[in-house]
């Protein structure tokens, strides 16, 4: 399998178990060159979030990626409250090194701006793993750089699947609506990766013993924040890997189907909020991922972490 050629990238996160999963396969693998973390609050507040990314990059020993705090609330809404599945230390209580570097001290939104402009149009992707508030401030504020973004590769939202918040609402749109609506209306290169799709990838108990028995410090803490991601101790799968999959799409894309849906984002001030509808026109084009070979992107997930 041919993977995806090296790309310039920026994650923007809310570790977050699942975020922390997809963190460290990005980290691992050589398709990706890291210029940066942005963090958001949205599983947890912005502080943890921020420490959490620079935990798990002192864990890489990756002290040479800078980590920018990005917005500790949602545009206009109060900030969702702490999801406990992801513990309170947001990272499911799995023993990760402290921060080596403090975060810097530019505002991410004020970070990623510069940064885009300082590189060739198209030239970075933007792996959204949380609430959209700072690429929706980045859109709104920073209009000139946002255009400049190659991709947004983004978990969130639900098609035809139920949602994880509300009926038909799932968390990281749910939790910042009028940012996803931003975002989505931009009209920026957006790949789209749904609950539809996330919901197909869980590990299974031997999955996570054979990472955990690979010798690969990486793979054995992947598969130690895959435990503490599991729902009961009786459940023979973990929990949805929904980050994870966005950087399985970045590394292989055609392991998943796409449609281009016309979108529209809901900002409702109830239960729907963050709830998408497919427009039949009016509403903007987004490349979203429907299916996928889940068997292929675990197995790919475990060769990336166990490859000598
Ligand atoms: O709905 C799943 C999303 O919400 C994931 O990004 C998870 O980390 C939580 O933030
Ligand atoms: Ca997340």
């Not at 990272?91 to 402009?117: K, T």
């Not at 980050?243 to 984002?265: G, H, I, K």
Request: charged share 20%; proline share 7%.
């Amino acid at each position: 399998m041919n993977l995806a050629k090296p790309r310039l990238t920026v994650i923007d996160t809310d570790p977050g178990i699942d975020d922390a999963i997809g963190i460290l396969l990005a980290l691992a693998s050589p398709s990706f060159t890291i210029a940066g973390i942005t963090t958001v609050a949205g599983n947890i507040g912005i502080e943890t979030t921020t420490r959490n990314a620079g935990r798990l990059l002192a864990f890489a020993g990756r002290e040479d990626i800078p980590v920018f705090q990005g917005a500790s609330a949602p545009l206009s809404r109060v900030g969702p409250e702490p999801l406990n599945l992801h513990g309170e230390d947001g990272i499911g209580g799995v023993a990760l090194p402290d921060p080596a570097r403090l975060p810097e001290n530019r505002h991410a939104v004020e970070w990623l701006a510069d940064f885009l402009m300082g590189q060739p149009a198209g030239a970075v992707d933007v792996l959204a793993l949380g609430p959209l508030t700072n690429l929706a401030r980045l859109v709104l504020e920073k209009p000139e750089a946002a255009r400049r973004i190659g991709r947004i590769i983004g978990m969130g939202g639900a098609i035809h699947e139920h949602g994880n918040v509300g009926p038909r609402s799932e968390f990281n749109l749910w939790a910042d609506p009028e940012a996803a609506a931003v975002v989505v209306a931009s009209g920026l290169p957006f790949v789209l990766i749904p609950l539809d799709v996330t919901r197909r990838v869980r590990a299974t108990r031997e999955f996570v013993e054979a990472l955990s028995s690979s010798g690969k410090p990486t793979a054995a803490m992947v598969a130690s924040l895959i435990e503490s991601y599991f729902e009961a101790a009786t459940n023979r799968e973990s929990r949805p890997l929904h980050d994870l999959c966005v950087m399985l799409f970045a590394l292989s894309p055609e392991l998943f189907e796409c449609e281009d849906l016309q979108l529209s984002v809901s900002v409702a001030r109830n239960e729907q909020a963050g709830e998408l509808t497919i427009m039949t026109e009016g509403g903007a084009m987004v490349r979203v991922a429907m299916r996928v070979d889940a068997p292929a992107v675990l197995e790919l997930l475990t060769r990336q972490l166990t490859a000598d």
